[in-house]
């Protein structure tokens, strides 16, 4: 239904890693895990900790609130949902 989400993409599990959001080590392991750059990565969470955490390791972060929302922030880093 979302072509952007057939991307290449990875999942970090915090208790397989012991680590939990908003801990910034969680946002490093997964940067190098999937050699991610920071800038060009988009979080999308439903806490605003773990959205300003996200942003402070450099990564761009939607914090969710309500589909329209959500629809209009990612059409603003241009992708279509």
């Known amino acids: 239904m979302y072509p952007f989400l057939k991307q290449s993409r990875g999942v ?7 680590l939990i959001k908003p801990d910034p080590a969680i946002y490093a392991l997964h940067t190098e895990s999937f050699c991610l750059d920071p800038q060009a990565t988009l979080f999308i969470d439903d806490s605003e900790k773990n959205v300003a955490a996200a942003r402070g ?8 609130e309500e589909p329209e929302q959500l629809r209009a ?9």
Request: net charge neutral; charged share 15%; aromatic share 12%.
């Open 12 to 18: 970090t599990v915090s208790g397989d890693v012991k």
């Open 57 to 64: 390791y450099g990564w761009r972060a939607i914090l969710f």
């Open 73 to 81: 922030d990612l059409a603003a880093v241009g992708i279509a949902a």
